[in-house]
Nanobody, 119 residues
Framework: QVQLVESGGGLVQAGGSLRLSCAAS????????MGWFRQAPGKEREFVAH????????FYADSVKGRFTISRDNAKNTMFLQMNSLKPEDTAVYFC????????????WGQGTQVTVSS
């Protein structure tokens, strides 16, 4: 089993920055990819970014490209999301997720952290 714990959310003014962290524990040796998703009130959960655990290749949603940066620290089993130039429409609960070797989709999810961007 894998446990994921997000941190770093909060309230920030538009144009500001936040850095989210996601710490993984448990059977993390089989990690092949980790990602960030978000869900705004009344909306479906949407993809934000992902990173391949080996090699570090990244991919972003168009809505955050150029503003958000995903990274990871393999030694600490931790993933980060640096969010700059935040907009009110970035307000959501942000979730981290982990995809393990042999899985075709994300099988582990964190509890989420709230990000609120005021105008």
């Amino acid at each position: 089993q894998v446990q994921l714990v997000e941190s770093g959310g909060g309230l920030v003014q538009a144009g500001g920055s936040l850095r989210l962290s996601c710490a993984a524990s448990g059977r993390t040796f089989s990690t092949i990819m980790m990602g960030w998703f978000r869900q705004a009130p009344g909306k479906e959960r949407e993809f934000v970014a992902h990173i391949w655990w080996s090699g570090g290749k990244t991919f972003y949603a168009d809505s955050v490209k150029g503003r958000f940066t995903i990274s990871r620290d393999n030694a600490k089993n931790t993933m980060f999301l640096q969010m700059n130039s935040l907009k009110p429409e970035d307000t959501a609960v942000y979730f981290c997720a982990l995809r393990a070797s042999g899985d075709s989709e994300y099988g582990y999810w964190g509890q989420g952290t709230q990000v609120t961007v005021s105008s």
